[in-house]
């Protein structure tokens, strides 16, 4: 039955008058200091006011908010939620449907069982191997996916979702945690393409870190290429061979962004030169040692999506194994990582990378909080700055007049831990979580 | 639009800064210069480099003094082969992986460039490695500990690239997919034999002409005015073109004389050279054609027998190649072996009688010339980089251990920091691991509850 339970709620929604007013609560903007006593006004799905001195509509359907605190509905940076069935890589190489491989080559292994002696120009950068770059996760948001409802009664009204399989996984796309039709949720699109170079296995190219991050850099020339060929062409098609279509390079092209994978500072440091090298706008993800890190990224102006699962001992972990310096270090230390970005002026958002329980995120905050950072800022790092960092703080990230109505109301400030998410509003619609969704034992992920 | 020059721009970072400002003098050591013989006396450091070295020198005021009485000052050393600081080592699935690098994998943090350090290692060519025919571009880095990757790269040094020839390259062509026991996922993938290793060296090559002759015609007629859309840019093809060209060197992985001189010849043809013959366990057969080369030979000591290919090996390879007049380093490939290559070195003594100054030039400034690096590193000679390492004995000596490191003038190991520094390190540890233990099950898991 659950499965209808997005469902119901929705039409529960929207049997209610479009017009919603909350006063005598505590207003967070995000974007300015606290307002006591503050009223909240959304009509048709987006801000109209929001001020200590409001006015409510005679029309508007009112909450009284004593009590309560009200905030922009929160962000998830980097998630997969509502991508349910993201697909996984496309069957065998040539995806791209560039790079004039001769026809008849030899089918690639992976497909079927049988093994193929490789030619030496099957298999390489201009194969387009592991690159979906045209995916959208637009296109691949299923609203009844059950996780948008869990993610939305944890406060969350926006997701920037992503495509994750592969080395250029696809386009990512913010999308607000409610919606009949998965056009209606998208608030834009496409938010950048996520890219990962871990190694993978030994049966493709690029099997190693190197192999990767040789075939992203080829991809790069491939696409200042493809794009200088394209417009010659296009200037005057006379006489010049026409350069082949090329989905894979199209959707390279086509991002706002691109995300790097950076945890450590290795990582940080890699990314930060690779990501000038590519000159194309980046943004790091992960930033596990964000607090050895800080200062690398400390006037690069590069933003940072900081993992709000810290590194902690593997529960099946030998108990009598002893971990290195290092790794206790890291442990101990990486929950001050979002205090030290924050001391140098670095811009980031918080990414759930799951958590999609409330008492789990606020634990994951509170221990960044305990280690120095600001409540505003760790309020920012859910909103606004998310916002920013995406472009999209135009249209959501704080509590503003004229922007989209998605707002979070709690039962007392949020960083309480008996604070409950009271109401969630999505594009102006009201959800109320059940209570019990919240009593849950913990997950296997909880950051304890 | 030219063909990119990747190799020179990829780390253009100015690194003239790291260099220890200041003067420190060395006083009373036993200097083994490797190049100059040996002197009794001090080694003046200035700004990272070596200013004076003698006898009787002028220390200038204000110079930190070391006073190394009983001790003796060496170059740093320097491995000519290996895998340390770098998070990758092979992009096993092509059998040509030119467009890869340990440049783009480095990892500054590895402790086994500390490692390295406490076993006098000051400069290390850091190889991808043997799983293709044609493989990955390589850095040599310093040993500067600390410093993130742009600081630990040898500034100047010329590129490099890995060949690999035998049982390596040709492995995954001939095994079945799960030889491994099952759990391998890898393809088969030709070659299968010394012979497909050979025709992927040829056809990789005669390919990298036709792309560079592909860029020249361009360039050629761009040049007249003609209006043209530019090749596309292979980063396969380029560091093989800067091989033909002279500007990256060939580091090629081999063990018998057959494929040596298959090598040696296919470089001839294609008007190229092979500027080092890593491991070369059979060079001792092959040592005349080596040196008409002009290839030089990086070897083990004493290490073989570890695969079919390196059974016909002996002791007195490095010795009996440097008497053919070959330019021979011994290396380690190896984390472990790279600590101790001082007596790796020493074993030359006994295995072919070379000379205490032969026998440390193999991994000093033999090595260097290697690297094309000879000009900054490798002996103790002024201007030249003050890489130095303080030995409490003869280096050649079984017993002797690694004091001090310099690298431009800059302390980086120190034995009595290190091992004052153990105990509180240590003490540390323990006291993180107490505070990082699970907390114990919230429930009482039955039995008697506590009185």
């Given amino acids: 039955m659950s499965r209808y339970l997005p469902f119901l709620f929705a039409v529960a929604a929207w049997a209610q008058s479009n017009v919603v007013a909350v006063r005598n609560a505590t207003i967070h903007p995000a974007s300015g200091p606290a307002i006591e006593n503050g009223t909240l006004v959304v009509r048709n799905g987006l801000i109209e006011a929001v001020g200590a001195s409001i006015n409510v509509p005679a029309d508007a359907w009112v909450i009284d908010g004593k009590g309560l605190h009200v905030y922009p509905g929160l962000i998830d940076s980097l998630s997969k939620w ?114 990962s170079v871990s190694s993978r296995n030994f049966s493709a190219f690029p099997g190693s870190l190197m192999g990767s991050i040789a075939y992203v850099r080829q991809i790069y020339l491939d696409a200042e290429h493809y794009k200088q060929a394209k417009a010659m062409y296009a200037q005057n098609p006379r006489g010049l061979q026409r350069p082949a279509y090329d989905r894979a390079l199209e959707g390279v092209l086509e991002a706002p962004r691109i995300l790097l994978p950076a945890s450590r500072k290795v990582e940080v440091d890699r990314m930060l030169r690779f990501g000038k090298e590519l000159k194309t706008p980046f943004i790091l993800y992960g930033a596990t040692e964000a607090w050895r890190a800080a200062g690398s990224l400390k006037g690069a102006n590069i933003p940072v999506l900081v993992n709000l699962r810290w590194p902690e001992r593997d529960r099946d972990a030998d108990p009598d194994a002893k971990d290195s310096l290092r790794t206790l270090e890291t442990r101990e230390m990486a929950p001050s990582g979002p205090a030290a970005l924050a001391k140098d002026g670095v811009t980031f958002a918080f990414y759930a990378s799951g958590l999609d329980r409330a008492a789990d995120v606020k634990r994951a905050v509170k221990k960044a909080v305990e280690a120095g950072l600001s409540k505003d800022d760790a309020l920012r790092a859910m909103t606004l700055n998310a916002a920013k960092i995406f472009g999209l703080d135009d249209r959501i990230g704080s509590l503003e007049a004229g922007k989209i109505g998605n707002v979070m109301i709690t039962d007392a400030e949020w960083f309480e831990d008996r604070a409950r998410v009271k109401f969630v509003f999505v594009d102006g619609k009201k959800f109320e979580p059940a209570p019990e969704a919240e009593a849950a034992k913990p997950t296997a992920g909880r950051t304890e | 639009m030219r063909r990119r020059e990747f190799a020179l721009s990829l780390f253009a970072a100015p690194l003239a800064l790291q260099a220890q400002q200041g003067v420190t003098v060395i006083q009373n050591a036993k200097i083994l210069t490797i190049t100059k013989g040996t002197i009794e006396g001090s080694v003046v450091i200035r700004d990272g480099k070596i200013v004076d070295v003698g006898a009787n020198v002028m220390v200038p005021p204000g110079a930190k003094i070391i006073d190394a009485a009983g001790q003796f000052v060496m170059p740093g050393i320097i491995d000519c082969h290996s895998h340390i600081a770098t998070e990758a080592v092979n992009e096993g699935t092509l059998s040509v992986s030119s467009m890869t690098g340990t440049g783009d994998t480095v990892n500054p943090e590895d402790i086994g460039i500390y490692r390295a350090l406490a076993g006098g290692v000051t400069t290390a060519n850091i190889l991808h490695g043997s799983a293709n025919a044609i493989g990955g571009k390589n850095v040599v880095i310093k040993m500067r500990w600390g410093k993130d990757t742009p600081e630990i790269l040898f500034d100047g040094a010329k590129p490099g690239i890995k060949f690999a020839l035998g049982e390596n390259p040709k492995r995954r062509g001939g095994a079945p997919p799960n030889f491994a026991g099952g759990a391998s996922t890898s393809r088969q993938r030709y070659p299968a034999t010394r012979m497909g290793v050979e025709d992927v060296i040829r056809e990789a090559f005669t390919d990298a002409k036709a792309y560079k002759a592909k860029w020249d015609d ?48 296919v470089a001839d043809e294609f008007g190229f050279k092979i500027k080092t013959l890593q491991h070369v366990l059979e060079g001792y057969k092959v040592a005349k054609e080596l040196k008409e080369h002009g290839a030089g030979a ?87 980089d003050a890489d130095i390492v303080i030995f409490d004995k003869h280096p050649l000596s079984n017993f002797a251990k690694v004091q001090k490191v310099f690298i431009d003038g800059r302390m980086y190991f120190d034995r009595d920091q290190d091992m004052s520094e153990r105990e509180a390190k240590k003490s540390k540890r323990e006291k993180m691991i107490e505070q990082q233990k699970p907390a114990a099950p919230a429930r009482p898991q039955g039995g008697r509850r506590p009185v």
């Fill in chain 2, 298 to 384: 990086s070897t083990f000591s004493d290490w073989w027998s570890y695969k079919m290919e390196a059974y016909d090996a002996i002791p007195y390879n490095a010795a009996l190649m440097h008497k053919k007049g070959v330019l021979v380093s011994l290396n380690s490939d190896s984390g472990e072996l790279m600590r101790h290559l001082n007596q790796e070195a020493a074993k030359t003594l006994r295995y072919g009688g070379l000379t205490e100054d032969e026998a440390l030039a193999m991994i000093t400034i033999n090595p260097a010339r290697q690297l094309d690096i000879d000009n900054r590193v490798g002996s103790i000679e002024v201007g030249k």
């Fill in chain 1, 82 to 195: 509502g991508l349910s069935a993201a697909p996984a890589e496309p069957p065998g190489r040539g995806g791209g449907g560039g790079g004039g491989r001769p026809s008849g080559a030899p089918p690639s292994a992976g497909e079927g069982s049988t093994p193929n002696i490789q030619f030496l120009d099957d298999g390489g950068p201009e194969d387009r191997p592991s690159n979906t770059s045209w995916v959208k996760a637009a296109d691949l948001v299923q609203p009844a996916d059950r996780s948008i409802v869990s993610a939305r009664n944890a406060g969350f009204t926006t997701a920037i979702v992503f495509p994750t399989s592969g080395i250029f996984a696809g386009q990512g796309s913010a999308v607000n945690l409610a919606g009949e039709r998965a056009g209606d949720m998208v608030v834009s699109s496409p938010a950048g393409l996520y890219i």
């Fill in chain 2, 218 to 265: 361009y360039n050629a007629r761009t040049a007249k005015g003609e209006r043209l859309i530019p090749p596309r840019c292979d980063l396969k093809f380029e560091p093989l073109v800067e091989v033909l060209e002279g500007k990256r060197l060939v580091h090629a992985h081999c063990y018998r004389a057959d494929e040596i001189l298959m090598l040696l010849r």
